[in-house]
């Protein structure tokens, strides 16, 4: 099916429906003025031409009313998360009422653990995956101390078998079996950011409940790159942050889900702002705390504007491309790589993220033998930005949103001369 010559990937090209997105970014470039193959949107996502327009219009918003903004801006301030959340909830697929932006990713995380993290005696364990993302891990350590418990003991690891790199559903099957009356919170990286493995959502939740256990995801990696189809799927809640796949900018604001099954539940402890309060009676300032229900009950602070005006430019774009669009067209330019890859038949490679597309996103977590950082230095001398992990891991992310097969037939035979040379 996939041919091995840049005829071909032009081809693709020619013929991909989604390839006019790529005209609507901004490429760092080489000093030539070439730009660079960008396969790091799964580190920091590319800046959308028009998020200066977006950005702008709130500074000139703020500029021309002051404080009249939060009702008068074109888009007023006050509500100014409302305008995010029908693409937001249709990226992660989600109902309206589930997802709201808010905050940075870890914080979330904690939020979430206050209201779905609830030890007693006997269920107190909180279950990760062995290489989880350090900040997910130091917040449910952190959670754990906080609540008088030894990480030590009260912290389970879902593992690798030895030798191996990926996770088998099997081998959680027969954790919960052991553990699962024990564990009161399952909380998995969703795609793993290290291996790109993508977790099957649905069977990990549906074996969670069975035990009892709460589940959370961190869609770090997974939003705007898998259907992680949160509803359905069914998970107690999920955590992300926006400025990876989905292209916000530096250190942008984090989303939540929380499960409709929980949006009217008033007891669920939680830690509370005047944000999430009734926003009919929120500005009279002398209520009882009033939750409103859903998600947007979890919120703090008014939001930063500027922030979200980045977001809002991005969840246009994907918008008007479609999460399933994205989602085909990344399986096929994903699969491109994996072929170029074996085509190299060189035996100092192995590609850790799993071969079946539906157990991965877009990235490809290639190994490399016998090599070192000096790889990495070298694709980005050849004008490649990937990303390195020690060992001896390149992470590759090509993004259907703004990525094209040229530049995957490109970037594997710059590659090849690198490990010929
Ligand atoms: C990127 C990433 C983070 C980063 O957390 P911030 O709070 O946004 O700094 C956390 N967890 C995972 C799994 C990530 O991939």
């Keep these: 099916m996939y041919q091995n010559s840049l005829e071909y990937a032009q081809k693709c090209d020619a013929q991909d429906p989604l390839g006019k997105f790529r005209e609507s970014f901004l490429f760092p470039k080489d000093p030539m003025g070439n730009p660079l193959i960008y396969f790091c949107g799964n580190s920091l996502g590319l800046q959308p031409k028009k998020t200066s327009e977006y950005l702008q219009q709130e500074l000139k918003d703020w ?29 992660v697929g989600a109902k309206n009422n589930e997802v ?32 989880a993302f350090p900040s997910d891990k130091y917040a449910v350590e952190s959670q754990l101390k906080f609540h008088g418990y030894d990480p030590e003991e009260g912290l389970l690891f879902w593992e690798p078998q030895k030798g191996q790199e990926l996770c088998h559903f099997e081998d959680l099957e027969k954790m919960l079996e ?16 290290y291996t790109g493995q993508y977790y099957p959502i649905k069977k990990i939740t549906v074996l969670g409940h069975q035990y009892g256990c709460k589940v959370g995801f961190d869609l770090a990696h997974g939003v705007g790159n898998i259907l992680p ?51 009919q009676t929120r500005f009279n300032m002398r209520h009882e705390f009033e939750v409103i229900p859903g998600a ?9 504007i500027l922030s979200m005006a980045a977001i809002r430019a991005s969840l246009d774009l994907f918008e008007a491309a479609g999460m399933e669009n994205l989602r085909k067209k990344s399986i096929q330019l994903t699969g491109f790589l994996e072929f170029l890859l074996d085509e190299l038949n060189d035996e ?6 799993p071969k079946n597309p539906e157990e991965r996103g877009c990235q490809l977590s290639i190994q490399v033998k016998n090599t070192n950082k000096g790889l990495h230095q070298k694709l980005s001398q050849v004008g490649v930005i990937s990303d390195w992990r020690e060992p001896d891991v390149i992470r590759v992310a090509p993004t259907p949103l703004y990525n094209t097969f040229e530049e995957v037939y490109e970037f594997v035979s710059r590659l090849k001369s690198i490990l010929n040379s």
Aim: charged share 15%; with cysteine.
């Design 63 to 91: 500029a021309e009313l002051g404080v009249e903004g939060h009702t008068d801006a074109q888009h007023p301030w006050m509500p100014y998360h409302e305008f995010l959340t029908r693409a937001m909830a249709q990226i």
């Design 100 to 131: 709201v932006i808010m905050n940075g990713l870890t914080a979330n995380l904690h939020l979430m653990m206050v209201s779905f993290y609830q030890p007693t005696a006997s269920r107190y364990k909180i279950l990760i995956e062995k290489d």
């Design 178 to 193: 052991v553990e699962g009356e024990s564990i009161a919170l399952i909380l998995l990286g969703n795609t793993n950011y």
């Design 229 to 279: 189809n949160l509803h359905e799927n069914g998970p107690d809640f999920a955590v992300w942050c926006t400025y990876k796949y989905l292209n916000s900018g530096p250190g942008s604001l984090g989303g939540i889900f929380v499960h409709e099954r929980h949006a009217h539940n008033a007891k669920l402890k939680r830690f509370a702002g005047w944000w999430g309060h009734n926003k």
């Design 296 to 304: 947007e009950g979890w919120q703090l602070s008014n939001p930063p």
């Design 348 to 353: 100092r490679i192995t590609v850790i993220t």
